[in-house]
């Protein structure tokens, strides 16, 4: 490596932990971790099949409940984040509040992906 390259290098690492004011940043932010499966699957097996079919088979124990793999074919499940992170509110009666914590919302929606078929 050449010595300019070894400088430049140097450089961005240290000017890359600077604030803007010009102070060293003592912690980096913390990194959302990635969506996962299997945390999405256990929440939603916890509180939501009580009442809707929350696998790819199989029939909602409440008839009125959609299954959670036909979600993501009227709408992208995507667009359920707001709402989960917001408070999620039906008009039905029997349908609690939901609110969900950021990890447990990207896990939800990975699970909901999952399930539908929808999924990257």
Do not use: K, N
Request: hydrophobic share 45%; aromatic share 4%; charged share 20%.
């Amino acid at each position: 490596m050449s010595m300019r390259l070894a400088w430049a290098t140097a450089a961005a690492l240290i000017l890359g932990g600077c604030a803007a004011d010009g102070r060293m940043d003592p912690e980096p932010a913390p990194v959302a971790e990635a969506a996962s499966l299997e945390g999405g699957a256990a929440l939603v097996r916890r509180s939501c099949a009580g009442c809707h079919a929350v696998e790819r088979t199989g029939d909602s124990p409440m008839a009125a409940a959609p299954p959670f793999r036909t979600l993501g074919v009227e709408y992208p499940v995507r667009d359920l984040q707001e709402a989960f992170a917001e408070g999620l509110v039906t008009t039905h009666p029997a349908m609690p509040a939901i609110e969900l914590q950021p990890q447990e919302i990207a896990d939800v929606i990975a699970w909901l992906e999952h399930v539908s078929g929808t999924g990257g």
